[in-house]
């Protein structure tokens, strides 16, 4: 299942991104902001339980998250967005797979994996910028299924339709959201119109 936010805020900040002009500063704010606006929809469906709250007035009844929250963000890029989300469930562990997309192929390579335990009541929360073959995506989701979780939802600030087929055909199961929908990948692989290579722009390296 595929959603695009639609939402003025993440539109304008997308603006920002996809400025060849916007320096790293920016461009990581932008990011974290919009993983934030992005995460606020995908985790709606978090389960909740109640709690006593003792206002200056009243004892009154209050929520907190039931889930275990694991958020896994994708190295490099998905680190940009980690802040963003961890605002929303401070309390989330964090787990780590580390893949690089090769330049020729676009085919992405592990090299690193370090996830918590999945209890009963995980739910890992995927961050990426990118959704592009969905290479890279694909591979994290084998990875998270493989290490027992089952309740597993993406956030992206970017996708392709490629992307977005690849992941319905390979992991039905999984919902994934974003900030927009592109046209499409250019002969690179790279999503166009896009903001180009979103690790890249958040890290300095280009
Ligand atoms: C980028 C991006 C995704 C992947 C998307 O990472 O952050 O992880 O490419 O492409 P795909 O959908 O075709 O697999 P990259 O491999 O460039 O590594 P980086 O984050 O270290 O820059
Ligand atoms: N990875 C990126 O960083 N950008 C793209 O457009 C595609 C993959």
């Known amino acids: ?13 997308l603006t920002i991104l996809r400025d060849r002009a916007t320096g790293p500063k920016q461009f990581r704010e932008c990011v974290g902001e919009i993983a934030c606006l992005v995460a606020c929809e995908a985790l709606r469906t978090l389960e909740l339980e109640d709690v006593e709250v ?5 004892t009154t009844r209050g929520w907190r998250i039931r889930n275990e929250v694991v958020i896994v963000p994708i190295l490099r890029a998905g680190l940009g967005m980690l802040e963003g989300i961890l605002r929303l469930v401070p309390n989330a562990k964090v787990g780590f797979v580390g893949l ?12 690193y994996c370090k996830l918590p335990e999945a209890t009963a009541d995980s739910v890992a929360v995927v961050v990426d ?16 299924k493989r290490n027992g979780f089952t309740w597993i939802v993406v956030v992206t600030v970017l996708a392709s339709p490629e992307g977005k087929r690849a992941i319905a055909e390979k992991h039905p199961d999984v919902r994934v959201y974003t900030g927009c929908l592109d046209a499409g990948l250019n002969a690179e ?10 690790g890249d722009r958040l890290f300095g390296t280009l």
Do not use: N
Request: hydrophobic share 45%; with cysteine.
């Open 189 to 198: 692989k790279y999503i166009v119109p896009g903001l180009g290579d979103a």
């Open 1 to 13: 299942m595929f959603f695009e936010l639609d939402h003025p805020c993440v539109k304008a900040k």
């Open 129 to 144: 910028p990118m959704l592009a073959t969905g290479g890279s995506l694909a591979a994290t989701i084998d990875v998270l």
């Open 100 to 111: 690089e997309r090769d330049h020729l192929t676009a085919e992405p390579r592990e090299y």
């Open 54 to 58: 003792v206002t200056p007035m009243a």
